[in-house]
């Protein structure tokens, strides 16, 4: 339990800067329309692409990048915990401000608000993440990581959506699960480069 | 598997860190090819060669960083990387670039560290803060690159390993620093039955702490024996040729050699009186002198025969 906690408050702190991009895009709305929470949570959901890329981003490529991970690979602790501890903390904070702001929406009666919509959004939500997280294994740059899930997973969906919307038999929220799908297996890459990355990299 | 150990030391004393036909490639290259390597319980190795010579590779796979395409490595009688959680608590290591967290303060990093290892002692973690100098408040990114190598190897020690790694901790530091570091690592390492296995380009501080010493070159083990016996076995001659047909036939054991106008330099491994008198049964000789040799000599020597048979 004392390793993990202090995997926690690395990571915790390895993530500062995207948990600063979760706060202002989950607050800030809310902040600037004070009087009404349903359309600052509209604007929270989109927003939140952000903070999902920014957070799967900062997963693995800075600790490679300044060769911090070395530092960890040669303590007793699993890769395991190692992974546990960085899902935790990226997701457990996005779950969180995902869930009120969904909370909110719902309250809302907002007409734009659907089982279907919130399904869709949170499969892209995830998709984003996933992938972000898994460029984080493979780049060097947490930045590069994140913005390239992020216009990748948003031009996929474009893409999705035209194809979805010419051809007008085909119910619009087929493609979501294909999305989540594509999010939980893209963690899971992540995880494994990152684990194998050890065996893979090229001699110092 | 028969162990091909080139070192001559004791085989009866239970290996520490034990590789056996140890190979690793990157792509084409291969950059540790079929190493056999035995160090003892409590004794110091300096692993010497040229940069690019697999010292790092073999040290990064002893400590479980990279998997060995061949061979088999045991670290405390446990297998390599099969068992690496197993052994990660029995080894201290210092890798040739420090690795802590920059954004860490020092003693953040100590905090960080002691989390993991059972064994975390704090007095020492006080003791070696005042040998080492470190300021417990500074981030870990504004110290030298000196401070930084100690703080390195103050986490290695802290939680008292069996063996500690070093990988060239003292390349980069200048001669002051580095004193002070060999200082403070003698002073920890005494009394306490450590093996430690170290790389370095500084012969002189190899000579100074290791009781063995391995030559890598391109992957390849060339030797590995007791710094005394190696230093006692390799003698450089210096023959001054008393006329201009140059130099005859050469016993065997000659490592390298070298004739400039009358005078020529050999180096013989193997040293023996009756390599003397070979050399002076063949050789039309005014003045000969056997000379000790230090261990950048010896080192210098072996790679420059290594390159002359290669032809480079």
């Known amino acids: 339990m004392k390793k993990f906690l202090a995997l926690l408050r690395k990571d915790w702190r390895l993530n500062r800067a995207a948990m600063i991009t979760l706060l202002i895009t989950a607050l800030g709305p809310y902040v600037l329309l004070p009087g009404d929470p349903s359309q600052a949570a509209v604007y929270v959901s989109i927003l939140n692409f952000v903070p999902a890329a920014a957070l799967g981003g900062a997963a693995f490529a800075r600790e490679r990048r300044e060769h911090w991970d070395d530092f960890l690979a040669v303590m007793p602790v699993s890769q395991l915990q190692i992974i546990s501890s960085k899902l935790l903390v990226a997701l457990g904070p996005l779950a969180l401000t995902t869930t009120l702001n969904i909370a909110v929406l719902m309250s809302g009666h907002s007409n734009t608000t659907s089982i279907e919509g919130l399904s869709s959004y949170l499969c892209l939500l995830l998709a984003i993440f996933g992938l972000a997280w898994l460029l984080s294994a493979l780049l060097p740059s947490p930045a590069i990581a994140a913005v390239t899930s992020l216009l990748v997973v948003v031009a996929a969906a474009m893409i999705d959506s035209a194809i979805v919307d010419a051809a007008h038999h085909v119910n619009p929220n087929i493609t979501a699960p294909m999305w989540a799908g594509a999010g939980v297996l893209a963690v899971f890459a992540g995880c494994i480069c990152h684990a194998r990355r050890l065996s893979l990299e090229l001699p110092l | ?312």
């Open chain 2, 1 to 312: 598997m028969k162990s091909d150990d080139k070192s001559g030391l004791d085989p009866t004393m239970s290996p520490m860190i034990q590789m056996e036909h140890v190979t690793r490639r990157f792509g084409r290259m291969t950059a540790v090819n079929d190493l056999s390597l035995s160090i003892p319980r409590g004794s110091a190795f300096g692993f010497i060669g040229l940069n690019g010579a697999g010292k790092t590779t073999a040290i990064r796979m002893m400590v479980g960083l990279l998997a060995p395409h061949a061979g088999q490595i045991r670290v405390g009688g446990i297998r390599v990387p099969q068992e690496r959680d197993a052994m990660k608590s029995l080894v201290g290591y210092v890798p040739d670039r420090p690795n802590v967290y920059g954004w860490m303060r020092v003693i953040e990093a100590i905090d960080f560290a002691k989390a993991f290892y059972p064994t975390w002692s704090d007095a020492r973690v006080t003791e070696l803060l005042r040998l080492f100098d470190l300021d417990p408040a500074k981030r870990v990114k504004h110290l030298s690159k000196g401070m930084a190598a100690k703080l390195s190897l103050l986490l290695a020690l802290a939680h008292d390993p069996q063996v500690l790694i070093l990988d060239e901790p003292m390349s980069g530091l200048d001669p002051l620093v580095r004193d002070e570091f060999l200082e403070g690592l003698i002073e920890a390492l005494a009394q306490r039955g450590q093996t430690l296995f170290f790389s370095s380009h500084t012969l002189a501080d190899v000579q100074r702490l290791a009781d063995s010493v391995g030559l890598l070159h391109e992957g390849r083990l060339l030797f590995h024996k007791p710094v005394d016996e190696l230093l006692s076995q390799t003698k450089r001659v210096r023959i001054v040729l008393n006329d201009s047909i140059g130099p005859g036939p050469v016993p065997p054991g000659v490592m390298w050699q070298q004739v400039t106008g009358r005078e020529w330099l050999i180096t013989l491994g193997d040293f023996s009186q009756s390599q003397i008198e070979f050399l002076k049964a063949k050789n039309q000789i005014t003045n000969l002198d056997v000379m000790d040799m230090s261990l950048e000599d010896v080192f210098k020597d072996c790679l420059r025969g290594m390159r002359a048979k290669e032809g480079v």
